[in-house]
């Protein structure tokens, strides 16, 4: 069921992303996905963005569903458009002409699909499929544009739904349940738990990090179909309760990088384009070494020229750069920021790589002593290091945990 509210409080923060405005803009059509951005030049071009949020008390939510800014060029202020209530969109995607919206649902069993107006930016519901399992928590949308992959956390299975020509979607065309053994920890492993699907730069795989089984599968998609089958090989195994969690592909050279959760650490892989394999070449951890508290982390992203690896970790407020060595794929540390919020689950590059946007979902995790929460926080990128730092500019939003950019 969805509901929209008045735009309400229609300016938010006049001073935020005063620079980042015209950066993004020049930008062009962007679309923000996992820690990612694509883009194309178009300088005169303003941006959407869209923000999900956690809604319920069990993912100690207070957010009201899907909200719509409008990002303006010139002065880089985000003005609130729209608030579409719905439950816990958790993830967000757009189709290639940024006709479409796409959202899965933490702790139900849809996928939903929304059309965008494209004059003024607001959506309207579509409809909702099953996904197949219960808490589904990351979405993509295959090369051809015709089908959503998505990963079911809480019933360790991959659901595929197809997108019709008018952006409605289908009934699902395809159901697989992960097998294998469990990791070593009784309470976050005790079954598979998939957390992300994301398809190498070919298009021809889909990555498939599992925390509950220690294992990263990969996969095939029949275009025609939307049906998957299994690599050969199918999965690489990690370290035992390392957990991963979400994956990224060098966008030019053969290696991919894992983020592992339960023990906060990446892990560097070289990836072979012909046989869908992964080779553990590094695995560091994604915190400093002076840090003795429990660990979680989350997300991760390659910059978009392939020189550095950021990844966030919510057990301290982080952010963690790494510079890559691309010809070896291996990573080095190069610091570490922290995300002024609690619990940043997500966070993206900019399409020029220039600025890192930080979402502070406030999931619990993190000191305690970090009050500031409920944010999405700017910070630049030094181009010549990778390192961040923040602009002192925020956006005060409620459980912020995914976010895409669409242009005007």
């Known amino acids: 069921m969805t509901k929209t509210s008045p735009a309400g409080d229609k300016c938010i923060d006049r001073r935020i992303l005063l620079k980042a405005g015209a950066a993004l803009a020049a930008?062009?059509?962007?679309?923000?996905?996992?820690?990612?951005?694509?883009a194309q030049a178009n300088p005169a071009t303003a941006l959407r963005a869209y923000v999900g949020a956690f809604t319920t008390p069990d993912r100690k939510g207070h957010g009201g569903g899907i909200n719509v800014y409008r990002v303006d060029p010139t002065s880089g202020a985000w003005t609130h458009e729209q608030l579409l209530e719905v439950v816990n969109p958790s993830f967000l995607t757009l189709d290639r002409e940024q006709r479409f919206l796409y959202s899965v649902h933490a702790d139900l069993d849809e996928v939903s699909a929304y059309a965008i107006d494209k004059q003024s930016g607001r959506i309207t519901a579509l409809n909702r499929q099953s996904c197949g399992g219960k808490n589904a928590v990351h979405l993509s949308i295959d090369p051809s544009g015709r089908w959503i992959i998505t990963a079911n956390y809480s019933a360790g299975s991959v659901g595929v739904v197809p997108i019709e020509k008018d952006g409605t979607l289908g009934p699902r065309s395809d159901l697989v349940d992960l097998k294998g053994e469990p990791g070593p920890d009784r309470v976050r492993q005790a079954s598979s738990h998939p957390h992300e699907a994301v398809f190498d730069p070919s298009g021809r795989f889909v990555a498939i990090p599992d925390l509950g089984l220690d294992r990263v599968f990969l996969f095939r998609l029949d275009a025609a179909s939307g049906k998957l089958s299994a690599n050969d090989p199918p999965f690489v195994a990690t370290r035992k309760r390392a957990g991963p969690r979400h994956i990224a592909f060098h966008p030019k050279m053969p290696f991919a990088y894992v983020v592992n959760e339960l023990d906060s650490t990446v892990a560097a892989y070289r990836f072979d384009a012909q046989r869908g394999s992964?080779?553990?070449?590094?695995?560091?951890?994604?915190?400093?070494?002076?840090?003795?508290?429990?660990?979680?982390?989350?997300?991760?992203?390659?910059?978009?020229d392939g020189r550095f690896v950021y990844a966030s970790n919510r057990c301290n407020n982080s952010i963690a750069t790494f510079t890559v060595d691309e010809r070896a794929g291996t990573l080095t540390p190069v610091g570490w920021v922290p995300t002024h919020g609690n619990s940043p689950r997500f966070f993206g590059l900019d399409p020029a790589a220039k600025f890192l946007y930080a979402a502070n979902a406030d999931e619990g995790f993190g000191p305690p002593e970090e009050k500031n929460t409920d944010t999405i926080v700017q910070f630049?990128?030094?181009?010549?290091?990778?390192?961040?730092?923040?602009?002192?500019?925020?956006?005060?939003?409620?459980?912020?945990?995914?976010?895409?950019?669409?242009?005007?």
């Open 27 to 38: 930008a062009g059509p962007t679309l923000l996905r996992g820690g990612h951005a694509e």
């Open 278 to 304: 992964l080779q553990t070449i590094q695995i560091l951890p994604s915190t400093p070494s002076s840090f003795t508290g429990e660990l979680s982390s989350a997300e991760i992203a390659v910059a978009p």
């Open 380 to 408: 630049t990128v030094n181009q010549a290091t990778g390192t961040l730092t923040p602009t002192g500019h925020t956006i005060k939003t409620n459980s912020p945990c995914t976010i895409v950019f669409a242009s005007v």
